[in-house]
């Protein structure tokens, strides 16, 4: 029998951070993805978050057997140890930050998982508040996110990010957010890097993928069987094999396949 593998987005798929407290991890969610890895299935994260930007809202609830973070560049294991690291050229890390924040949009950086922003926020993790790279944290940039203000925005400056910087670079729209992980880095080759790296210790695999939104197309069309949601926009829902109304019935669905 193969093994299963279901990734997961996170945002509005798992996690739904503009709900009311105590519903932004909703505790149908955390009993399914238990049943799964109980029943010796594998549940992970596959998400344009950081490893910093996940750890304080699943601790002691979610217990990931991998991590797929900043869009693919920064790959886990359940004890957060590397599997794959992917950097974006800190000379490119450093245009881009200075092409766009005079915008006013919101910058953060993925830096060895750590979350690194420009200003101090309300957040219950650990974050650096940085001026530019001269006072970054040294290592790898796993991912430089861009918070706009709107689906418009959000769209024009992907596609001239892309345009301008597309040698060096991939900027995925989700939402009014960018992500811009290095070139060949998306949700779906970091499924498929995972696959071929488990089937070591698997075999072949059957793999599942669940997500929202435009930049989660990658890992819907990457998955053997994949699923969204009745929100999602309709390319989304047209590219994956079910729509379902929450993760809970996805997981149901993948466990009985």
Known sequence: ????????????????YKAADPDKLPKANVDKIREYQAAGHLFGLCTGRQVGGLTPFITGLVEPDFYITSSGANIVNKDLEPIRKLGVNRDIADMLIKELKPKGFRLTLDVEGDICVFSK????????????????????IHQVSVHTESLED????????????????????????????PKGCSKGNGVKFLRDYMKDMWGNVVLYGIGDSINDLPLIEASDVSYTFPYAPEVVQKAATLVVPTIVDALEHSMND
């Not at 029998?1 to 739904?16: H, N």
């Not at 957040?123 to 790898?140: F, N, W």
């Not at 769209?155 to 900027?171: H, L, P, S, W």
């Open 121 to 140: 926020m309300d957040y219950p993790g650990k974050y650096y508040v940085i001026t530019g790279l001269d006072d970054a944290p040294d290592g790898m």
């Open 154 to 181: 959000a769209a024009k400056y992907a596609k001239m990010i892309n345009e301008k910087y597309g040698d060096y670079v991939q900027a995925f729209q989700n939402v009014i957010e960018i992500d811009i992980a």
């Open 1 to 16: 029998m193969k093994k299963k593998v279901f990734a997961s987005d996170f945002d509005g798929t798992l996690y739904f």
